[in-house]
């Protein structure tokens, strides 16, 4: 009878607090809209769309970059089942994966390994040091599992295409 091996990820507390941020991030602009003419006089338009615009797309891209990697994964033998924020449940068999790339982001809070799981030339799941306090562990029970595809130099927008 085959041992069975199971893990589950644990969000770090650097995860919480980048969630928090990003969900006051968006309802930054959200209130200066509503108190736009207090913010910024009976001239309010031009400056609004000035400062606005921009604090909205920030917190647009904050909250789908936490939506996508604020996960908690579950690995066993063969599979690994993934729940995002919204509790959306998926379960990829890992023989389905082609393997992983491995990149680095960097920060002034330092810098942050990042294990992309590939299907295609698609990035299925995201595993980031930054979210996952227990990442080395995750790492080294799902490496042995998957082919190595290489390092992958991090850009932003080449982040946003490996998204599926």
Same mark, same amino acid.
């Given at each position: 009878? $085959?041992?069975?091996?199971?893990?589950?990820?644990?969000?770090? /507390?650097?995860? /919480? @607090?980048?969630?928090?941020?990003? @969900? @006051?991030? +968006?309802?930054?602009?959200? *209130?200066?809209?509503? &108190?736009?003419?207090?913010?910024?006089?009976?001239? *309010?338009?031009?400056?609004?769309?000035?400062?606005?615009?921009?604090?909205?797309? @920030?917190?647009?891209? +904050?909250?789908?970059?936490?939506?996508?990697?604020?996960?908690?994964?579950?690995?066993?033998?063969? %599979?690994?089942?993934?729940?995002?924020?919204?509790?959306?449940?998926? $379960?990829?068999?890992?023989?389905?994966? %082609?393997?992983?790339?491995?990149?680095?982001?960097?920060?002034?809070?330092?810098? /942050?390994?990042?294990? /992309?799981?590939?299907?295609? $030339?698609?990035?299925?799941?995201?595993?980031?040091?930054?979210?996952?306090? &227990?990442?080395?562990?995750?790492?080294?029970?799902?490496?042995?599992?998957?082919?190595?595809?290489?390092?992958? $130099?991090?850009?932003?927008?080449?982040?946003?295409?490996?998204?599926?």
């Amino acid at each position: 009878m $085959k041992k069975r091996e199971e893990m589950q990820s644990n969000l770090s /507390y650097r995860a /919480y @607090v980048y969630a928090g941020m990003a @969900v @006051v991030m +968006l309802f930054s602009p959200i *209130y200066l809209f509503f &108190n736009r003419v207090e913010a910024f006089g009976n001239d *309010y338009d031009f400056k609004f769309l000035l400062v606005g615009s921009p604090m909205l797309l @920030v917190s647009v891209r +904050l909250l789908l970059g936490t939506w996508r990697r604020l996960i908690k994964v579950t690995l066993s033998n063969g %599979d690994i089942t993934v729940a995002n924020i919204a509790d959306v449940v998926t $379960k990829i068999s890992l023989s389905e994966l %082609d393997g992983f790339e491995t990149t680095f982001e960097t920060s002034r809070g330092g810098r /942050y390994e990042v294990l /992309y799981l590939m299907k295609g $030339k698609k990035s299925v799941v995201h595993l980031s040091q930054f979210h996952l306090a &227990n990442y080395v562990e995750i790492k080294k029970f799902i490496t042995p599992k998957l082919k190595d595809l290489g390092y992958g $130099k991090f850009s932003l927008f080449g982040s946003l295409k490996r998204y599926r």
